[in-house]
Every structure is written in C-alpha cells, then in structure tokens.
C-alpha cells in the first residue's frame, strides 16, 4: 500500500490535467466561494466556504484521478499486467484510489490558506482539536467511494465521461458548500448513502460548530460498504473481461 500510495503520487504530479485540477481549480472555487458568502452576509462563514470549496477540489481529484489513472494504465498497455497479476486487482487499484484523495488534501490546505493570507478568513475553527481528525475521515471515505469508481471504470471506454457527470451533482448532494437543506426533499435520502456527504458534514461541524463524531462514523461505515460493493464488482468485472477479452477495449 506504502509503495503503490507513493508510486502514484508521484506519478500525478507529473501530469499537465492534475496540476491544474490540483493546483489552480481549488483557489477559483475558494474566491467565489468568499465572495458568494460575503455577497449573502454570512461573512461569520467564510471559513466554512474556503473549508467547503477544499472539499469540492478533494471530490473532483478523486473522481477524475480514479478514472484517469484506470485509463492510464489502459493506454501504457499495463491494464492486462495488473489484472494477470498474482496481486489481487482491489490492492493494486486501493492505492491508486487513496492517493488521489492523497493528492487532493492539497485543495484543502490551498483553499484555507488562500482564504487567509487574500481574504482575512479568521483561522479559527469550532473544534480544532477535531478538525485535523475529521479531514483525515474525508480522505479515507474518499479513498473507499474511489476504490468503487474504479470498479466501474475498468470496462468504459471513456471513463472521464461518467467523471464529468458525477462531479457537479455529488458537490451538491454532500452539502460540500451549499447545505443540503435547500435541496429538494426526494434529494435527501441519496445524501445519506454518499459518504462524501457524512464526511462534509463532520468537516463542516469541526469548522462551524456541531457533531463531528456521528458524521465521521458515518463517512467510515458507508465507506466501507462501498469497499464491499466495490470488491463484488471487482470480481464480476475481472471475470467478465477475462471471459469476453474486452479489457484493452480495443
């Protein structure tokens, strides 16, 4: 996991699309973030936007990361090695997965310092001692809803297809930076099996004041069901593809 987690960082950091998404994309969405919450006189939230506007970056690397380094390793030509490999398909894709959400942390840390030093956000969350814990959660429940993503990702022919269409509306259904209180009400009960939706909440408690346990809990268990559902497609779709020879998708 060390090794793999390490192989992968790197190996994102050398790309053009991550760089951008990683580096530039988190600081547009913290000033308008800021400037939103300002323009709606909540300026006693603005650490609670540059906190939200980090999420939505973690989310997007790790669901364009998680797709796009399946889709990496189908154009090397590596994808057939990794499945024919003596290592289960779910550790060799666990790492990729994590260090997606690895290399996303950085939005968290950009967003809040950038809302610091340009904004004058006062750094002073509601439960500090809390606060590290519950991004930590995030990244873990990140890396498990990853390890699933993957899963499906194998047999598309254009998995960041299926990305673009998944970033905008889970940032809306996990309350990343708008409470999913204003949503429509047949939209909450999909909030409760997200667990970037029980992670933004314990974050966002952390920051602005609340429960921060009962949401981490809950971001661990709904990830870890998706690890399990996750596992079972691995298994379908290793057994799929090595039956019909669709892997390379060529």
């Not at 192989?7 to 988190?26: A, D, K």
């Not at 690895?102 to 809302?115: D, F, N």
């Not at 974050?203 to 921060?212: F, K, M």
């Amino acid at each position: 996991m060390g090794v793999g987690l390490r192989t992968h960082v790197l190996h994102m950091s050398r790309s053009g699309f991550e760089q951008v998404t990683t580096l530039v994309s988190p600081l547009v969405y913290a000033t308008l973030a800021v400037y939103l919450f300002r323009a709606g006189e909540h300026s006693d939230r603005l650490l609670q936007a540059a906190v939200g506007a980090g999420l939505m970056g973690v989310w997007s690397s790790v669901l364009f990361g998680s797709g796009g380094a399946i889709q990496d390793q189908r154009w090397l030509g590596t994808l057939e090695s990794l499945v024919a490999a003596p290592a289960p398909l779910p550790l060799v894709l666990l790492p990729i997965t994590f260090a997606t959400a690895v290399v996303g942390m950085y939005s968290m840390l950009a967003t809040v310092l950038w809302g610091v030093v340009l904004f004058d956000v006062p750094l002073a969350p509601a439960a500090p001692a809390l606060f590290v814990p519950a991004v930590v959660v995030v990244v873990v429940s990140l890396g498990m809803t990853g390890l699933l993503m993957a899963a499906t990702f194998v047999l598309l022919r254009n998995a960041n297809a299926l990305a673009n269409a998944l970033d905008y509306p889970v940032w809306m259904l996990s309350g990343m930076l708008v409470s999913t209180t204003v949503l429509p009400a047949w939209t909450h009960p999909i909030t409760w099996i997200l667990p970037t939706s029980w992670g933004a909440r314990a974050v966002q408690a952390a920051t602005g004041g609340g429960d921060v346990l009962w949401p981490a809990a809950m971001a661990l268990v709904t990830g870890a069901l998706y690890v399990v559902l996750a596992l079972a497609a691995l298994v379908w779709v290793e057994r799929r593809a090595r039956d019909a020879g669709t892997l390379a998708l060529t």
